[in-house]
């Protein structure tokens, strides 16, 4: 299974390690770019704006 590499324990020892791998947890969060979590969508107000994007899905 593929999320089972992420569920894995695993132990950190020795000082040097710890903070090898706190500044790579640090480093990877600064290295997120803005648009990586941004998601396009539409919001819906009204029925009929629900009616019509539910007519784009039964027409296609």
Known sequence: MATSSITHNFVITGKEHIEA??????????????TQNQIKYTEIKTV???????????NS
């Open 21 to 34: 791998f706190a500044n790579a947890i640090e480093k990877s969060v600064e290295n997120i770019s803005p």
């Open 48 to 58: 009929d704006e629900l009616k019509k994007l539910l007519a784009k899905r039964k």
